[in-house]
């Protein structure tokens, strides 16, 4: 059989071209992609949402199980480092230096707190962190916290932009990728080049979506051919059973100065009347005929003597 195989290459400005045929798909693979990255987001941002507000619970539970006395130790522990605090600022604020015992006292005390709050439970832990907590918040200016909600709303915005973003990128490559890939792998032609380049045949003519005018052209033009090259009998084959190969045999059967017949290049019953032919021309259509159905009938051709005058691709829906 013909070798074929290491004289396709990949034609990109084709491959463009099926891309952009294609544009519904893109941007359907996109979409989905986008609904597919947002949807991981939320659900993740709700996991850790929950996760969140289970450990917020856990805290809640434990600190209100809280004995009366362990509370009292608490809060006992909280005034006095207020207090302490309260002093260090009078130390910094002071015009006169206070004398050393005051400070190491001072540094005494704050590690006597410090012991104490490290023997507390996790529940008075929680607590002790809890009421330091309450007095941040209620230092807190009001515009600072509506700036955090903005800055919160706007970060939020971001990362679902993001996400959805993403999301289309990706579907959008992950369908040109499968695309490409289909491009190279899938056997069928491509384009009229591979006619010339991979089987080494002159292209005779086109019929592309003007049907029936390009069928027309193509009958005058074999016409023409047939009485240059004074050929009394031309055989039309094509690798698939071809519509339109079999309308132009119904027109030349009106024309007495050539005979014209047609047949599937893949069915060996026709070996008999393409011998017999002064001349064959092939008829493929892109996207339907096989590479390997074209190199057969090309090579059922050679080994009988059937001269190739050349091939018509055919290329519409």
């Not at 030349?252 to 290049?265: A, D, M, W």
């Not at 892109?286 to 055919?314: F, H, L, Q, T, W």
Request: proline share 1%; net charge negative.
């Amino acid at each position: 059989m013909i070798d074929y195989r290491n004289n396709i290459g990949i034609d990109f400005k084709d491959l463009i071209v099926g891309l952009h045929n294609k544009w519904k798909y893109l941007l359907l693979a996109a979409v989905i992609g986008a609904i597919l990255f947002g949807t991981i987001f939320v659900i993740n941002k709700k996991s850790q949402m929950d996760i969140s507000n289970d450990d917020m619970t856990t805290s809640s539970m434990s600190v209100e199980n809280l004995s009366n006395k362990d509370r009292m130790e608490v809060e006992l522990a909280y005034r006095a480092w207020v207090e302490l605090r309260q002093l260090y600022n009078q130390l910094d604020n002071a015009s006169e230096e206070w004398d050393v015992d005051t400070k190491i006292e001072l540094m005494k005390a704050t590690q006597q707190i410090l012991l104490v709050s490290e023997k507390f439970s996790n529940a008075q832990k929680k607590y002790y962190s809890n009421m330091f907590e309450e007095e941040d918040s209620s230092n807190e200016n009001v515009q600072a916290g509506s700036d955090y909600a903005e800055i919160s709303h706007a970060t939020l915005l971001y990362e679902i932009s993001f996400y959805f973003a993403c999301g289309a990128i990706i579907g959008a490559l992950v369908f040109v990728l499968v695309f490409a890939i289909l491009y190279c792998l899938i056997p069928t032609l491509k384009t009229e080049n591979d006619i010339r380049n991979a089987f080494q045949l002159p292209i005779l003519g086109r019929i592309g979506s003007s049907v029936d005018i390009d069928v027309q052209s193509m009958y005058h033009g074999i016409l023409a051919f047939a009485h240059k090259q004074s050929l009394n009998t031309v055989y039309m084959i094509s690798s698939k059973n071809e519509p339109l190969v079999a309308q132009l045999t119904e027109m030349f059967k009106e024309n007495e100065s050539v005979c014209v017949k047609s047949g599937i290049g893949t069915d060996f019953s026709v070996i008999s009347e393409v011998v017999e032919a002064d001349g064959v021309i092939i008829f493929e259509r892109i996207g339907k005929s096989r590479y390997e159905d074209i190199a057969s009938e090309i090579e059922m051709c050679k080994n009988y003597g059937a001269p190739i005058m050349g091939a018509v691709v055919i290329n519409c829906k």
